[in-house]
T-cell receptor, first 114, second 109 residues
Framework: DTAVSQTPKYLVTQMGNDKSIKCEQN?????MYWYKQDSKKFLKIMFS???????INETVPNRFSPKSPDKAHLNLHINSLELGDSAVYFC?????????????FGEGSWLTVV | GQNIDQPTEMTATEGAIVQINCTYQ??????LFWYQQHAGEAPTFLSY??LDGLEEKGRFSSFLSRSKGYSYLLLKELQMKDSASYLC??????????WGAGTKLIIKP
């Protein structure tokens, strides 16, 4: 059983399109995250959701919008895609947003904007 | 600013020992993680240190010195499957997780 699953794994799309990446966790965790890993391999947090409430919103463009229908799901919607959005996007979850709790990552979604 | 520094790449021989260093400058400290990431895969948890000293877990050990802003990950009896990137990450005082860019470890026979 996959603990944190995200779809699609690979996505190639044209500039200007709108796309969504879905994420689900079956671990019963309270907190879910979206991370972006760019070509330099830096993992940067984009959003953090705790019990469906946004608790971190790093300075990402408002073209990116997280949507959490329930505690087990955190989807990422991206409007008007740009070339610079090409990256790997990781969904993750942890028992709660506090130190010492292991963060479990999904397998990643490779987004390529052409 | 806040940053995590790790070597970009290291090479070691199968069966040997390798130490991957990490230095950090962050606004406060609430713990340090090491994650392993194989190419094309998600990061997986290796260790968490919040107190000074060495934490041993099988072939992997992690060390922390808070006064020096320094940690290392020690890998013993290297195996080919240990070829991966090793990411250092620090929780700052705002409980934000700051990630390093990772160290690519290449294991040679």
């Amino acid at each position: 059983d996959t603990a944190v699953s995200q779809t699609p794994k690979y996505l190639v799309t044209q500039m200007g399109n709108d796309k969504s990446i879905k994420c689900e966790q079956n671990l019963g965790h309270d907190t879910m995250y979206w991370y972006k890993q760019d070509s330099k391999k830096f993992l940067k947090i984009m959003f953090s959701y705790n019990n469906k409430e946004l608790i971190i919103n790093e300075t990402v463009p408002n073209r990116f919008s997280p949507k959490s229908p329930d505690k087990a799901h955190l989807n990422l919607h991206i409007n008007s895609l740009e070339l610079g959005d090409s990256a790997v996007y990781f969904c993750a979850s942890s028992p709660r947003d506090s130190p010492g709790n292991t963060i479990y990552f999904g397998e990643g979604s490779w987004l390529t904007v052409v | 600013g806040q940053n995590i520094d790790q070597p970009t790449e290291m090479t070691a021989t199968e069966g040997a020992i390798v130490q991957i260093n990490c230095t950090y400058q962050t606004s406060g400290f609430n713990g340090l993680f090491w994650y392993q990431q194989h190419a094309g895969e998600a990061p997986t948890f290796l260790s968490y240190n919040v107190l000074d000293g060495l934490e041993e877990k099988g072939r992997f050990s992690s060390f922390l010195s808070r006064s020096k802003g320094y940690s290392y990950l020690l890998l013993k009896e290297l195996q080919m499957k240990d070829s991966a990137s090793y990411l250092c990450a620090v929780f700052n005082s705002n409980y934000q997780l700051i990630w390093g860019a990772g160290t690519k470890l290449i294991i040679k026979p």
